[in-house]
């Protein structure tokens, strides 16, 4: 599942409704994959740099 979500008060968190409703999910923030991946946001940008949370999931069945 491939999606795009925000992180904004008055929205429903995304790993959060997944889960409710039968998926098993993976969340990871996006600083920490980058630099697992050998890519880390330079020091002098991280206050500028986008902030998010990468989601893998894969549905189990109805959780009802």
């Known amino acids: 599942m491939?999606?795009?979500?925000?992180?904004?008060?008055d929205r429903t968190d995304a790993a959060e409704w997944l889960t409710d409703h039968g998926?098993?999910?993976k969340a990871v923030n996006n600083r920490e994959?980058?630099?697992?991946?050998?890519r880390a946001v330079p020091e002098d940008l991280a206050d500028d740099a986008?902030?998010?949370?990468l989601l893998r999931a894969c549905f189990?069945?109805?959780s009802h």
């Not at 994959?33 to 050998?38: F, P, V």
């Not at 986008?50 to 949370?53: D, E, I, L, Q, Y």
């Open 33 to 38: 994959e980058m630099a697992r991946l050998g």
């Open 50 to 53: 986008v902030r998010s949370t």
């Open 60 to 62: 189990g069945g109805p």
């Open 23 to 25: 998926w098993q999910v």
């Open 2 to 9: 491939h999606a795009l979500t925000f992180h904004e008060p």
